[in-house]
């Protein structure tokens, strides 16, 4: 079983920048799809950045051009660095981990998330 803690989360001013860590319990080269997901107050949770394990990523439309998803696989980590923050950014972000663990199955592990305001 995959475990993952987010960190990084905190307070910071309209246009500010931020950047969320996530280590996963083991090797992350085999997981298939690593991605960060957010539940702002009173929405449905949503999908913000995803990243392959070949490196190719894909971006919410309201990210794009500001967030920027990575990872360092000798750290077991996946980083969102968070540029141009705006109110509408505030949320808790979740990091998600996805198993293709059969041809017909996949398997899905969630963190405890991290708090993202972004305020004046």
């Known amino acids: 079983q995959v475990q993952l803690v987010e960190s990084g989360g905190g307070l910071v001013q309209p246009g500010g920048s931020l950047r969320l860590s996530c280590v996963a319990s083991?090797?992350?080269?085999?997981?298939?799809?690593m991605g960060w997901y957010r539940q702002a107050p009173g929405k449905e949770r949503e999908l913000v950045a995803t990243?392959?394990?070949?490196?190719?990523?894909n971006y919410a439309d309201s990210v794009k051009g500001r967030f920027t998803v990575s990872r360092d696989n000798d750290k077991n980590t996946v980083y969102l660095q968070m540029n141009s923050l705006k109110l509408e950014d505030t949320a808790v972000y979740y990091c998600?981990?996805?198993?293709?663990?059969?041809?017909?199955?996949?398997?899905?592990?969630w963190g405890q998330g991290t708090q993202v305001t972004v305020s004046s």
């Open positions: 083991e090797s992350i080269v085999s997981i298939d799809v």
């Open positions: 990243i392959s394990g070949d490196g190719g990523t």
């Open positions: 998600n981990a996805m198993l293709r663990i059969a041809v017909w199955s996949v398997r899905n592990y």
